[in-house]
């Protein structure tokens, strides 16, 4: 198959920035250091999922208590929705059932997931300033943004559009984020697929809203760096990325963009365009861009999806610790 329009675009955010891509956790490259902490994702989440299946103590399985305890006594998350998941009950509701389940305050982000990122970036600014921002702080604690697919975008675009809310901020987990821009967007767009693709992502996926598009297409994630001063360094991000295996809710996709540019991806992101440079990231096998929302199917992943965002906290957190 012939490459398509997205061909020169794709993984632009990382050599746009320069980022230095390394598995030494110690050695500094400078700002853009990238650091890929994959080799701890799969030990760490088999870990969690161990302990819940056996409802044993997290040292039975390896893990800390206290890292457990000082999560929930430090931070809020906020969740923040994916593009149209208004559309699909049950989305993040396991991510909510683990947060009760283990005494870390959570909440949903009220943004319109059918809204632009202009709208929702400036939404979110809204909810950290004069909402959950005031009430964390009064608590001691600090906001995580715990992101999927485009709240990826929004919550990344966000910290860049609207620096104040960086003081309310703990951190972000980019979960899936096509913070880069989405291949299958751009060529969506372009007109450059089948009739069939463009029929299932328009109308099975983005439920025929097609702004959607524009805002996932390089041209669009690109002018929005060039507007808007690259602060994300500054905040401690982690960025999850991933591939499919096997069978998959996002066959169809996923085999057209791995035919066509001969790129790992979930089927809807390509993982080169989900990693945020000077921040740490994990690449995993097997989940495709379905899995982090629900913790059954169209999740075919084998691992619940609130195991996988107290992973990537677990592992976030940690680092954290390590670095200072």
């Given at each position: 198959?012939?490459?398509?329009?997205?061909?020169?675009?794709?993984?632009?955010?990382?050599?746009?920035?320069?980022?230095?891509?390394?598995?030494?956790?110690?050695?500094?490259?400078?700002?853009?250091?990238?650091?890929?902490?994959?080799?701890?994702?799969?030990?760490?989440?088999?870990?969690?999922?161990?302990?819940?299946?056996?409802?044993?103590?997290?040292?039975?399985?390896?893990?800390?208590?206290?890292?457990?305890?000082?999560?929930?006594?430090?931070?809020?998350?906020?969740?923040?929705?994916?593009?149209?998941?208004?559309?699909?009950?049950?989305?993040?509701?396991?991510?909510?059932?683990?947060?009760?389940?283990?005494?870390?305050?959570?909440?949903?982000?009220?943004?319109?997931?059918?809204?632009?990122?202009?709208?929702?970036?400036?939404?979110?600014?809204?909810?950290?300033?004069?909402?959950?921002?005031?009430?964390?702080?009064?608590?001691?604690?600090?906001?995580?943004?715990?992101?999927?697919?485009?709240?990826?975008?929004?919550?990344?675009?966000?910290?860049?559009?609207?620096?104040?809310?960086?003081?309310?901020?703990?951190?972000?987990?980019?979960?899936?984020?096509?913070?880069?821009?989405?291949?299958?967007?751009?060529?969506?767009?372009?007109?450059?697929?089948?009739?069939?693709?463009?029929?299932?992502?328009?109308?099975?996926?983005?439920?025929?809203?097609?702004?959607?598009?524009?805002?996932?297409?390089?041209?669009?994630?690109?002018?929005?760096?060039?507007?808007?001063?690259?602060?994300?360094?500054?905040?401690?991000?982690?960025?999850?990325?991933?591939?499919?295996?096997?069978?998959?809710?996002?066959?169809?996709?996923?085999?057209?963009?791995s035919l066509r540019y001969h790129q790992l991806g979930d089927g809807l992101v390509l993982d080169v365009d989900g990693i945020l440079p000077g921040q740490y990231f994990i690449q995993a096998a097997g989940f495709d861009h379905a899995s982090p929302g629900f913790s059954f199917f169209p999740n075919v992943s084998g691992y619940h999806n609130g195991h996988l965002m107290l992973s990537l906290l677990y592992l976030w957190y940690t680092l954290q610790i390590l670095k200072h």
């Amino acid at each position: 198959m012939k490459d398509g329009p997205s061909a020169p675009h794709i993984g632009w955010l990382l050599k746009d920035k320069q980022a230095v891509i390394t598995e030494d956790l110690y050695r500094d490259y400078g700002p853009m250091t990238t650091r890929n902490v994959s080799k701890l994702f799969f030990p760490n989440i088999n870990a969690i999922r161990e302990k819940f299946k056996k409802n044993v103590a997290w040292e039975q399985v390896g893990l800390s208590t206290q890292i457990i305890k000082e999560l929930g006594q430090k931070y809020h998350l906020l969740l923040v929705p994916g593009l149209l998941t208004k559309f699909y009950p049950m989305y993040l509701d396991g991510m909510e059932t683990v947060c009760k389940e283990i005494g870390i305050s959570c909440s949903r982000a009220a943004i319109d997931t059918t809204g632009s990122v202009e709208s929702n970036t400036k939404t979110l600014r809204d909810i950290v300033v004069n909402d959950i921002g005031p009430k964390a702080r009064r608590e001691n604690k600090k906001i995580v943004f715990v992101a999927h697919s485009k709240g990826g975008t929004d919550s990344s675009d966000c910290i860049m559009r609207y620096p104040e809310i960086i003081p309310f901020l703990g951190g972000s987990l980019n979960i899936q984020g096509p913070v880069g821009g989405a291949a299958m967007a751009t060529d969506v767009e372009s007109g450059n697929v089948t009739q069939e693709i463009v029929d299932f992502v328009v109308d099975k996926i983005l439920h025929g809203n097609k702004q959607a598009i524009k805002d996932l297409a390089y041209s669009y994630r690109q002018d929005s760096y060039k507007k808007y001063q690259y602060n994300l360094h500054e905040v401690p991000i982690m960025s999850f990325v991933s591939y499919t295996k096997g069978f998959s809710a996002m066959f169809l996709l996923d085999e057209y963009t791995s035919l066509r540019y001969h790129q790992l991806g979930d089927g809807l992101v390509l993982d080169v365009d989900g990693i945020l440079p000077g921040q740490y990231f994990i690449q995993a096998a097997g989940f495709d861009h379905a899995s982090p929302g629900f913790s059954f199917f169209p999740n075919v992943s084998g691992y619940h999806n609130g195991h996988l965002m107290l992973s990537l906290l677990y592992l976030w957190y940690t680092l954290q610790i390590l670095k200072h």
